[in-house]
């Protein structure tokens, strides 16, 4: 199948999937005549593969890791595991981080009058270097 059936099939843009060949995150099965990349069903599976673990966050790299142990039949789930458990600790410290930054800005918010006058706390709070300052 040509580019624009691959991508449509696993929910990439063209341009993405074009990259992931050009890197050699996947590659297609064959070119034809004409020059075109011809993509096949594996392919495809891959790159849905790609898409959903980029999805997740994984990196580039960690997607690349992750491909070799989906081809690798005699993987260790231990090491899925492993990356996938890193994965989500760093999602996890995100979490910590965008809920402090929440609580940091609801706070701000709330003092906020919100009227005609210039003074805002919100303001004040942006040009602070640090929360507490």
Not at 84 to 91: D, K, S, V, Y
Request: aromatic share 6%; net charge positive; with cysteine.
């Amino acid at each position: 199948m040509n580019i624009s059936t691959a991508s449509t099939m696993c929910g990439l843009p063209v341009k993405t999937v074009r990259y992931y060949a050009d890197i050699g995150l996947v590659v297609p099965a064959a070119r034809s005549a004409a020059g075109y990349r011809v993509y096949d069903d594996e392919t495809v599976r891959r790159l849905v593969f790609v898409r959903r673990a980029r999805e997740f966050g994984f990196s580039i790299g960690e997607c690349r890791e992750l491909l070799d142990l989906y081809a690798d039949r005699r993987r260790s789930s231990a090491d899925v595991k492993r990356i996938a458990a890193r994965r989500l600790q760093q999602i996890a410290s995100k979490q910590r981080e965008l809920q402090s930054l929440h609580d940091e800005l609801a706070h701000l918010v709330e003092a906020c009058s919100g009227d005609d006058r210039p003074d805002c706390p919100i303001i004040d709070g942006l040009g602070r270097r640090h929360s507490g300052e």
